[in-house]
């Protein structure tokens, strides 16, 4: 699965979310607005995180295994 999949999804969850507290009259429209843009940027970069993660792991992996191959 791809990040592509999830971020239209998480922004319309939190486009909801943001509707409901705007009309309870928590939030306005600006502060809604923020928090959907920062829901989903955090979305990204913890998804960048976890995405490096993986591959710095699959590149020890790869590199002992070159390096036992010698």
């Known amino acids: 699965m791809t ?3 999830f ?3 998480l922004r319309q969850l939190l486009q909801i979310f943001g ?3 705007l009309a309870k ?5 600006t502060t809604v607005d923020a928090f959907v843009g920062l829901g989903v940027n955090v979305l990204v970069l913890g998804w960048w995180f976890f ?3 993986k ?3 699959r590149n020890i ?3 002992y ?4 191959a010698e």
């Open 3 to 5: 990040i592509d999949i």
């Open 7 to 9: 971020i239209p999804v």
């Open 19 to 21: 509707g409901i507290l």
């Open 25 to 29: 009259g928590y939030f306005d429209a």
């Open 51 to 53: 995405d490096r993660n």
């Open 55 to 57: 591959i710095n792991r």
């Open 61 to 63: 992996i790869n590199r």
């Open 65 to 68: 295994i070159a390096e036992r």
